[in-house]
């Protein structure tokens, strides 16, 4: 058997990844200080967590499911537990909005690729009637299919990838924040 195999069959058990079948999922946290996760730039007085501490978060959790329950579990938290849960969820809730603003220009963007390879490839039936050149039916013909199969990834392979996000972060907005 493989090394692959076996480390497949390793992480299915349950073996070496222990979250990915948990109801709820913990991230032990343990800080001195609220500044060493919070941002110092803070806007119309609603504190955001840094973006080196989103990326430990998000690196702790990429073994959890997302139809799982969260909890942030802090150690050593003296002062600013309230700061601190609010600028977890601000950050989330900023991410998650800009999500939305990336999924709305993906929607956008495909429709446009979508009609552009409609109206080439209505292009191409109307050079087949003329009796063009047939390098030139050719080349429009894969100009039109390249923009409609853009069109499909872009709706339905990157949007899902997106929505995967959303979903991600909605579970950090949602998290269940501790402080021991």
Known sequence: MSNYSKL??????NKKCPNLYSEDNVIHISINDASEIISPYVEDNKPVINSE???????STKDISVKHNLILEFTSVEDNKDKIASA????????FVDSQR?????????????????ITLS??????NFNSIT????????????FIWEAVDL??????ELRHQQY?????????????
């Open 53 to 59: 501490f989103a990326n430990f978060l998000e690196n």
């Open 8 to 13: 497949k069959k390793e992480l299915l058990n």
């Open 123 to 128: 292009c191409v039936i109307i050079l087949n």
């Open 135 to 146: 390098i030139i039916n050719s080349a429009v013909d894969i100009f039109a299919w390249v």
């Open 88 to 95: 977890i969820k601000n950050y989330y809730i900023n991410e």
């Open 102 to 118: 990336k999924l709305k220009n993906n929607i956008i963007s495909s429709i446009i690729t979508f009609i552009i390879g409609l």
């Open 155 to 160: 709706f339905f392979f990157r949007r899902a």
């Open 168 to 180: 991600r972060q909605i579970n950090f907005i949602n998290a269940k924040i501790i402080f021991k």
